[in-house]
């Protein structure tokens, strides 16, 4: 009878006191249905033409390890999306890609390869590269990644490169999660049949990126892993381009970006930090496959990375 009630007033479900785990079902339900009408009801090409003022691409790097790249990637493109900007989120990571599974989708073909074929034909558009993305919100759109990770030479450097100019073209910001680079030189610097490097990907991002942001946590081994990487990256992007991001460092420890700072000078690298705090709003995002902003807790950490995002505006 109360459930019938409830449906009379528009009311789609009703949780009793304590069910968690239904209201993150729920909760997950409403959100995919959403994004699917949001899918269906973009017409042919959700893509907009015409002149956009594209500001820059920006690649979200890190060293192996899990630093939490992918959370930083999605979460400077939706700050960027709720300024007002029309954000595209690309999942470049051709070892492990994740940003489909963290925002709750689950999808067998890979938007990059669709991307990437159509520009192989000197198809890519805007019509083309609708297909290829998925609406997460009214400014922010995702190209989900390889999620079969051995299919990752299907994505030749050429077709990278064609498919992130064209996004700048049609988006405001163009925000891309990309794997650690390798030491492939001394193993497979010349593949055979000509088939590209294992992280080919990143380094045709990195070369025609804008802004870099490094991820690391405030740990002895990912501070050690990033300033390895870090001279190799500044082979491939200017050095003016690279920014610092501290990851889950604890509110209780305000000097963790000054000691991740003060090694990497000791390493002759001089570069600006910045400092995300550790955040309990992001398990829930990974539980229920929301985005940051459709998580009422995760405000403050809204905040640190819109100033993350205004340091690359800067």
């Known amino acids: 009878m109360a459930a019938d009630r409830a449906r009379h007033w528009g009311i789609a479900s009703i949780v009793r006191w304590g069910e968690s785990e239904a209201l993150d079902r729920i909760v997950t339900e409403l959100q995919r249905e959403r994004r699917s009408s949001m899918d269906s009801s973009a017409g042919d090409s959700p893509i907009e033409t015409g002149n956009r003022s594209a500001r820059g691409v920006t690649a979200v790097y890190g060293p192996a390890g899990a630093p939490g790249r992918s959370t930083i990637a999605l979460g400077v493109a939706e700050a960027w999306a709720r300024s007002g900007e029309r954000v595209c989120l690309i999942d470049a990571d051709t070892i492990g890609p994740s940003l489909a599974l963290l925002v709750g989708m689950t999808e067998d073909v890979s938007g990059l390869l669709v991307a990437a074929r159509y520009a192989d034909q000197g198809a890519l558009d805007a019509r083309s590269l609708g297909s290829a993305c998925?609406?997460?919100?009214?400014r922010l759109w995702l190209m989900s990644g390889i999620g079969s990770p051995e299919r990752w030479h299907q994505l030749r450097p050429a077709s990278?490169?064609?498919?992130?100019?064209?996004?700048?073209?049609?988006?405001?910001?163009?925000?891309i999660d990309i794997n650690p680079l390798l030491n492939t030189d001394e193993i497979d610097d010349v593949m055979p049949g000509g088939l590209p490097?294992?992280?080919?990907?990143?380094?045709?991002?990195?070369?025609?990126?804008?802004?870099?942001?490094?991820?690391?946590?405030?740990?002895?081994?990912?501070?050690?892993r990033l300033t390895v990487d870090l001279p190799r990256?500044?082979?491939?992007?200017?050095?003016?381009?690279?920014?610092?991001?501290?990851?889950?460092?604890?509110?209780?420890?305000?000097?963790?970006?000054?000691?991740?700072?003060?090694?990497?000078?000791?390493s002759g690298i001089s570069v600006p930090v910045h400092s995300i705090p550790e955040d309990k709003s992001v398990l829930l995002c990974r539980r229920t496959g929301s985005l940051l902003s459709e998580v009422a807790t995760s405000k403050r950490l809204r905040r640190s990375l819109a100033k993350l995002r205004d340091s690359a505006a800067a």
């Open 134 to 138: 998925r609406r997460l919100d009214d």
């Open 233 to 266: 990256i500044f082979t491939l992007v200017s050095h003016s381009c690279v920014s610092v991001v501290v990851n889950r460092y604890s509110r209780r420890d305000s000097r963790s970006a000054a000691r991740v700072s003060e090694v990497l000078t000791e």
């Open 197 to 224: 490097l294992r992280d080919s990907a990143t380094r045709s991002v990195l070369q025609v990126s804008d802004t870099v942001f490094a991820v690391t946590q405030p740990d002895a081994v990912s501070v050690t």
């Open 160 to 175: 990278m490169d064609r498919v992130v100019r064209t996004c700048a073209q049609l988006f405001d910001r163009v925000v």
